[in-house]
């Protein structure tokens, strides 16, 4: 039988709250992608949510390219 000691349950913990938080940061990540390509196809521009996300045009233009005419 294996007994854990404090570091082992310090550990555990730790590898927990980092699947915890990567799972939060793909759910906003998705979201936020889903959001992007909404504002693709309502004409907003990838300079104008770049602005708004704080992320360069180039990552918002690939993320969310010009809708398909």
Known sequence: MC???A????IQAAAKKRARAEKAFN?????????LVKGRAEGK?????????????????????????
């Open 27 to 35: 759910d906003a990540d998705a979201e936020l992608r889903d959001l």
């Open 7 to 10: 570091l082992d349950t310090e």
């Open 45 to 69: 521009g990838p300079s104008h949510m770049a602005k708004l996300t704080g992320f360069t045009r180039e990552w918002v233009a690939r993320i969310a390219p010009a809708p398909k005419s």
């Open 3 to 5: 007994f854990m000691d």
